[in-house]
């Protein structure tokens, strides 16, 4: 950027034909307000400000929620005072279309809103659910002022009121002496739940390492729930984990004393086994399977391709076997 550019950017630069003089500065010059575009209704008593929701509310043309502190470019302009104080109004514009119109009050230190939204109403109510001190109004001063024994009541009120509060403050300042009676004790505790804190943290992390998994992952502490519902889900069937363990090793150690190749003896086994589970119509597929064997057996050097055979026929029965349990527990 050259330096006429520079000077150019920072509002400095003077035109030629400028005369401080006549046009005493660059706004009159320009015929330009020096809040610019914010200035425009300006004749109307109107400024352009950034105005912030003070507190929630609610819109009333699409009911979405305007959260405290969200910033609007807000109307601002005088409509009134109270006594020596103005009372200011702010219009402002939601995306959905709806103005909302806020102004302030100052007889009660708040702000109203007057359209286009409504305020969301909290929990706490009234000075007495917020434990704060309620202030009087004019009305309250002209009756304390004009009323003796209306002041003498209020009188008693706030000597008991005074009285309870100064017990409960001298309650509260007991007990912070007795927790900063010995500042080394509690810091010492302080400490102590800190080390388990991070005690804890890097065992959980160690544990991430060995399970392989990634740095975004966070692992949670062990809850004695979780542990529960595990052993609900995975041995529901009221199986203990010894007993499933050990069941699990046994079946593991079978099928490896198993040979890989499958033998006639153990197809005709299976064969066996399935006819005597199919019931009625296992028993015609048996002799119809065993007639088969024999005329397989009677052939010369084919006895393993009629034990295959057999094996085949042997899975159609299982698969029958199985078709007839379902029908008839449906």
Same mark, same amino acid.
């Given at each position: ?7 150019? *950017? ?15 500065? #660059? ?49 601002? %302009? ?39 939204? %409504? ?42 009121? *005074? ?26 505790? #302080? ?54 363990? %050990? ?37 015609? =597929? ?15 050097? =084919? ?28």
């Amino acid at each position: 950027m050259s330096s006429l550019a520079a000077v150019q *950017a920072d509002g400095f630069y003077h035109p030629p034909d400028f005369n401080p003089d006549v046009h005493k500065s #660059l706004n009159k010059f320009h015929n330009s307000h020096p809040l610019r575009e914010r200035a425009s209704k300006l004749d109307q008593g109107i400024l352009v400000i950034r105005f912030e929701v003070p507190y929630h509310i609610w819109c009333s043309k699409c009911h979405e929620k305007i959260a405290q502190g969200v910033r609007f470019n807000a109307e601002k %302009k005088c409509i009134g005072q109270y006594h020596s104080t103005k009372i200011w109004q702010f219009a402002m514009r939601h995306h959905c279309g709806c103005i909302i119109t806020i102004q302030t009050d100052p007889k009660r230190t708040e702000y109203i809103v007057v359209e286009g939204a %409504k305020k969301k109403v909290e929990g706490i109510q009234t000075a007495a659910e917020a434990e704060v001190i309620e202030l009087e109004d004019d009305e309250e001063k002209k009756k304390r002022a004009t009323d003796p024994l209306y002041r003498l009541e209020r009188g008693e009120e706030s000597k008991k009121r *005074a009285l309870s509060t100064a017990q409960e403050i001298a309650l509260l300042q007991d007990d912070s002496d007795a927790k900063h009676a010995d500042p080394y004790a509690a810091n010492r505790i #302080l400490r102590a739940k800190l080390r388990a804190v991070k005690s804890g943290d890097r065992a959980l992390e160690k544990r991430r390492k060995q399970l392989g998994l990634g740095p975004d992952v966070e692992l949670l502490p062990d809850a004695e729930e979780d542990a529960q519902g595990a052993a609900l889900a995975f041995f529901a069937h009221g199986r203990s984990d010894e007993a499933a363990k %050990k069941q699990h090793e046994a079946q593991r150690e079978s099928i490896l004393k198993q040979s890989i190749f499958s033998s006639p003896h153990r197809i005709d086994s299976k064969h066996n086994s399935s006819s005597a589970a199919a019931g009625g119509r296992g028993s015609n =597929s048996s002799s119809s399977g065993s007639r088969s064997g024999q005329l397989l057996a009677g052939r010369g050097g =084919s006895g393993q391709r009629g034990g295959s055979g057999i094996g085949g026929g042997s899975s159609l029965q299982q698969r029958a076997a199985k078709l007839a349990r379902l029908q008839g527990r449906v």
